[in-house]
């Protein structure tokens, strides 16, 4: 589980970083004003998933992590190998 | 006070710690990482306002902002593009009032910036409106009421750089404003044929008191009264300034909102700060705060309503442009507590880019990053800088 919630962390923050800087270079703003179809198709999509990606990294990643620290032996993961019990 | 007993059962005693984790890391850790930068930014750190600061002057200077806009509507493309200048040049100077240090860097795209605003491709949307260039016959003429954006910005570099080539225009252009507004009715001139809106009078009349400032002119006479005019679109329930106005008594008049009192209370600065201050305190009033990230409802409590071009994107009752502006009142009236709120907000939603170059905003875009320099920099500053009066006779 603190695994789980190690690798899910690194991947939002990797996710927040690249496509910040993705989104910057796309020119979100520009492409959503415009009223030319094309690049909405692809921008929106992307946008939502950059900010879904950067909230759960705001708000859910930190408690997630701390929460799989504090109970990283409790049943979790004791269930997956009964024989050390 | 007795404790808590824990669960006894593993799995719901472990469920519980981590739902407490999440919930209390929820709490702490967002508001800390997003509002971190906002005391550099309250404080008029140097490196704070200067990331952004390179940004968008680099944005201005080059020639890829006539492209940034292409909204399909010729009046917004070009609204846009006057703000984004107009607000650049606002928060530069600001940067120079607080660091002087910089102005070598920034005089020349304040400059720039003058030049695209007091040019005929710019002021097209206004062209297009009234029929007529509104900087052709000047101090003459009438309307144009969106000269006030231009103008502040003029007024700013004028204070900064007296030697500026747009002297003589700039002259021109606030006799012209401030004929129109002493004449006006009910302290509203047209913007726009059959349109008034208070804010954009804000922008006017701050305009005026800052190239007075500059230039050390004696105060007008017809402020009294102005002011008193201006105060009837104050709404006296919620503190907020109405949208738009008419110019005749009796004609319909617009809701209280909170972008427009936003804007003017930043505009009002300049002018008048009890004034300034009543409209914030308006806005305070607006506030919602989820986890301590602020916003500013666009409309009054009770009140609902769509975004607009004015208003921005409006999310459960938050307004962008409210919250945007209502920056620059918190850090001017010494509510840092707001301020960092208001910035929280931004930086998480803003996404701040680090960039060999500075800062920017990604999503902002030019505007959005001219908006944000010049209201995160807000600053009294100039106060310090106006010129002493010229005595008459003398």
Not at chain 2, 354 to 380: C, D, K, Y
Request: aromatic content about 10%.
């Amino acid at each position: 589980m603190r695994t789980f919630s190690l690798y899910f962390a690194a991947a939002l923050f990797l996710m927040n970083l690249a496509g910040a800087y993705l989104l910057d270079a796309l020119g979100l703003i520009q492409g959503l004003l415009s009223p030319h179809g094309a690049s909405i198709v692809f921008l929106v999509p992307l946008a939502t998933v950059f900010y879904a990606a950067r909230l759960s990294l705001y708000f859910v990643a930190p408690g997630l992590l701390l929460g799989a620290l504090l109970t990283g032996g409790s049943p979790v993961k004791a269930r997956k190998n009964p024989a050390s019990q | 006070m007795a404790a808590m007993p824990l669960p006894k059962n593993p799995d719901m005693r472990s469920l519980l710690v981590r739902a407490l984790a999440l919930a209390a890391c929820a709490a702490v850790i967002p508001r800390y990482v997003a509002g971190h930068p906002a005391g550099g930014h309250f404080h008029n750190d140097l490196q704070s306002q200067d990331a952004l600061a390179r940004e968008v002057a680099a944005t201005v200077g080059s020639d890829t902002l006539a492209r940034a806009f292409r909204t399909g509507s010729a009046r917004f493309d070009g609204e846009w593009a006057f703000g984004t200048f107009t607000m650049a040049a606002i928060g530069l100077g600001n940067v120079i009032l607080a660091h002087p240090e910089r102005r070598a860097d920034y005089i020349p795209v304040m400059e720039q910036c003058a030049d695209a605003l007091v040019s005929k491709g710019t002021n097209a949307f206004g062209t297009e409106a009234w029929g007529d260039f509104g900087l052709d016959g000047l101090p003459g003429g009438r309307g144009h009421g969106y000269l006030g954006y231009s103008n502040l910005a003029l007024s700013m570099i004028r204070l900064i750089h007296p030697e500026t080539h747009h002297s003589k225009l700039h002259d021109e252009l606030t006799e012209a404003l401030a004929k129109r507004l002493e004449t006006s009715p009910r302290g509203l001139f047209e913007t726009y044929p059959g349109e008034a809106y208070p804010a954009d009078m804000a922008m006017v009349a701050g305009s005026i008191a800052l190239h007075d400032c500059a230039t050390g002119a004696p105060p007008r006479p017809f402020w009294p009264a102005w002011r008193a005019a201006y105060s009837e679109w104050i709404d006296p329930n919620s503190g907020l300034l109405r949208q738009f106005g008419a110019v005749q008594p009796g004609a319909p008049e617009g809701p209280a909102r909170s972008s427009g009192t936003a804007l003017a209370a930043f505009a009002l600065s300049f002018v008048d700060r009890d004034l300034s201050k009543r409209l914030f305190e308006g806005l305070r009033r607006s506030r919602a705060n989820v986890l301590g990230f602020g916003a500013i409802l666009e409309y009054p409590p009770g009140e609902w309503g769509l975004g607009d071009i004015d208003s921005g994107p409006v999310v459960l009752g938050a307004g962008v442009s409210a919250t945007g502006f209502t920056i620059s009142s918190a850090k001017l009236h010494g509510d840092q507590a707001l301020f960092t709120e208001l910035y929280r907000t931004a930086d998480l939603f803003g996404v701040p880019v680090h960039r060999p170059s500075g800062m920017r905003f990604m999503s902002g875009g030019p505007l959005g990053n001219s908006i944000l320099l010049a209201m995160t920099t807000a600053t009294w500053e100039w106060k310090n800088r106006c010129r002493t009066p010229k005595k008459e006779g003398l």
